[in-house]
């Protein structure tokens, strides 16, 4: 019989990290692998990084000070793997950096960790970096049963990866590589045997998800929109959502599909970045102000209740004072329930590190305090506007006093309810009552019955 052995995984950056690690973690379950919160229990660590901004690429040489540090003081022989965009970015250099690196493995190759590991085991340094021509997908297992109940009721499904846009501030191109969908039907296999296991609620996930162009059942290739209406068949498949998308790829059959799944959640984050033509087309953004604003406007025309999330760079090469109050007046325009404001980190190996204008730290610091100042400022007036109304949220877990659980509203936001009756799992219908700065309050709906649950609707219209 193998040994039960421990495995640490600690993930940064996007949601491909957190989907990739539960990936990781299901092929190593096969090898006796079991999951453990706590790094100096593990028989095997693994870093799944970023290489997305400075700050998160250096963190991985912090981590790997401190498990050196760890290591030595206990004498534990601990394997430690860096997976992920820096692994992927910098491997031969992690090798070199950090000698208490057992073996480094690209986003691509997650499928060879078990062979990785057993070279590793007899004492080799291993690396594999490649973009090999074998689909990963199809030789990382499905997770077991126990493994999607601790995960909770909502899940990522990978529907493509890699970019093929080249924004010229961009890393993602490089580590993840050239779009690649995958299938329709191996897409809405994996959904339905999550489903099965419980799950409720699917987002799509993808560096550029909405350029999603897989081959369908019909031998023809099929759009984002049309992917979602397959997936708005399965029953007990309550709640969908897609992140991350493009401007430039939100095609109307994918508006549609907002107009005509209710499984589709009202809440969409669509990256803008600037608000100004120029510093979009130095970005090689491929789209206009103009363009953001028509999207937004589509969308609002067949979804009056959608919400907008979007994310910023300010103080990219070049980016003038005026420029930077184009994109504050965009954020004011659009009005975003929530967002991400960065300051642009220039990244080795990219167009814009190359800039002569490279805008001094203070500047971006200052432009980053006044989006954020007007970001804040709608998030909040958004959070308030919902106190009053009624949604059905998915409960996800448990709250921190007794018989409080916490679910998810259609926007993302967590509600805190008393729901000693219900589980995770469960949707349930509140009316919202309060509204915190993190969360919001919500009142159970006691005739849960009458309210129109989604799994009582009709599917979706396409089915007529
Ligand atoms: N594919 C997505 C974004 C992926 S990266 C898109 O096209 O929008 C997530 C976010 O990180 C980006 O939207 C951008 O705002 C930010 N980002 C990417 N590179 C950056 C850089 N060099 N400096 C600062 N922020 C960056
Ligand atoms: Fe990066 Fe642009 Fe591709 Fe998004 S679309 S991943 S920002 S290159
Ligand atoms: Fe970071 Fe790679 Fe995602 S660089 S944001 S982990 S695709």
């Known amino acids: 019989m193998q040994d039960t052995r421990k495995l640490y995984v600690k993930s940064f950056g996007c949601q491909m990290n957190v989907y990739d690690a539960q990936r990781m973690a299901d092929t190593l379950a096969k090898e006796g692998y079991v999951e453990t919160q706590d790094p100096a229990d593990a028989d095997l ?42 692994a992927q970015a910098e491997g031969a250099e992690i090798m070199k950096r950090a000698p208490v690196v057992d073996l480094v493995v690209g986003p691509q190759s997650y499928h060879r960790l078990p062979e990785m590991l057993a070279r590793a085991r007899d004492g080799k340094r291993v690396v594999d970096t490649e973009f090999p021509t074998e689909d990963k997908f199809d030789h990382l297992p499905a997770p077991s049963l126990a493994a999607t109940k601790k ?29 690649v969908s995958r299938p329709v039907a191996k897409i809405v296999g994996e959904a339905r045997a999550l489903v099965a296991q419980g799950v409720r609620e699917i987002t799509l996930i993808g560096q550029n998800v909405n350029a999603f162009h897989g081959e369908g059942p019909d031998g023809r290739t099929w759009g984002l929109g049309r992917l979602l209406e397959e997936l708005a068949g399965i029953d007990r498949l309550e709640r969908l959502r ?17 107009r005509d799944l209710p499984q589709l959640m009202p809440y969409l984050h669509l990256p803008v970045q600037s608000g100004s033509d120029r510093v979009l087309a130095a970005m090689n953004r491929k789209h206009g102000r ?9 969308l609002r025309a067949v979804r009056p209740d959608i919400a ?14 005026a420029e930077f109050e184009e994109t504050l007046d965009l954020a004011e325009r659009v009005g975003f329930a929530s967002a991400y404001s960065f300051k642009y980190s220039s990244r080795p190996g990219t167009p814009a590190a190359e800039h002569d204008h490279q805008v001094p ?17 709608s998030k909040t007036a958004f959070d308030r506007s919902l106190k009053g109304r009624r949604f059905d949220i998915l409960l996800e877990k448990p709250g921190r006093l007794p018989g409080q659980l916490i679910g998810r509203s259609p926007y993302l936001q967590s509600v805190v309810v008393t729901a000693p009756h219900l589980h995770i799992g469960d949707f349930v219908t509140v009316d919202i009552t309060d509204v915190g700065p993190n969360s919001l309050a919500g009142r159970i709906v006691e005739d849960v019955e009458d309210q129109g649950r989604m799994s009582d609707r009709p599917l979706a219209a396409m089915e007529a």
């Open 45 to 86: 660590v693994i870093l799944n990084t970023c290489h997305i901004r400075e700050k998160a690429a250096e963190k991985v040489y912090s981590e790997l000070g401190r498990l050196r540090k760890a290591k030595q003081e206990t004498g534990s022989d601990t394997m430690i793997a860096v997976a992920g965009c820096v």
């Open 151 to 179: 995960r909770g009721p909502t899940a990522f499904v990978t529907v493509q990866e890699g970019c093929d846009k080249f924004c010229t501030f961009c890393v993602v191109p490089y580590t993840r590589g050239a779009e």
């Open 242 to 258: 897609y992140t991350t998308s493009h401007p430039r790829d939100m095609d109307d059959g994918l508006i549609a599909a907002h």
């Open 290 to 298: 103009d363009l953001y604003f028509g999207i937004i406007d589509k």
């Open 308 to 321: 907008l999330s979007s994310d910023f760079i300010v103080g990219f090469p070049g980016e003038t004072d």
């Open 361 to 377: 730290e203070d500047v971006k610091s200052e432009r980053l305090a006044r989006l954020h100042k007007v970001l804040e400022a």
